[in-house]
């Protein structure tokens, strides 16, 4: 099998969405050196919305909730100022809450009204 050569930007794409080849994008993103020239991809509402709905349908789980939005607080190629204060919440369940269907259903329903 050939292995698949992906730039940052598709790397990433497929590590923030649980896209098909999530974990061969992290072996290829730690072949990118970080620079100042690094373009960032945003984290849009529509990605946290995606990615809460997969909670919620059981395709991932809250460790892989909380573990996804830690990733994205730790990368410089990520924006995510428009839904920081979710990730923040996601990343530090002990603090802000549990991450349960309750409270990630509650956090939808309060995304989805802001889109």
């Given at each position: 099998?050939?292995?698949?050569?992906?730039?940052?930007?598709?790397?990433?794409?497929?590590?923030?969405?649980?896209?098909?080849?999530?974990?061969?994008?992290?072996?290829?993103?730690?072949?990118?050196?970080?620079?100042?020239?690094?373009?960032?991809?945003?984290?849009?509402?529509?990605?946290?919305?995606?990615?809460?709905?997969?909670?919620?349908?059981?395709?991932?789980?809250?460790?892989?909730?909380?573990?996804?939005?830690?990733?994205?607080?730790?990368r410089?190629?990520?924006?995510?100022?428009?839904?920081?204060?979710f990730?923040?919440?996601?990343?530090?369940?002990?603090?802000?809450?549990?991450?349960?269907?309750?409270?990630?259903?509650?956090?939808?329903?309060?995304?989805?009204?802001?889109?």
């Amino acid at each position: 099998m050939t292995a698949i050569k992906m730039s940052r930007i598709d790397a990433l794409t497929q590590i923030i969405t649980f896209g098909e080849l999530r974990e061969h994008a992290f072996s290829q993103l730690v072949k990118f050196s970080y620079g100042n020239d690094v373009s960032s991809l945003e984290v849009s509402n529509l990605i946290l919305s995606e990615v809460l709905t997969k909670y919620l349908s059981d395709v991932i789980s809250a460790d892989d909730l909380e573990e996804w939005a830690n990733f994205i607080e730790c990368r410089d190629d990520l924006e995510f100022t428009a839904i920081e204060g979710f990730v923040y919440a996601l990343a530090n369940p002990e603090q802000m809450g549990e991450i349960s269907k309750a409270n990630i259903d509650k956090m939808l329903k309060m995304l989805n009204s802001s889109l």
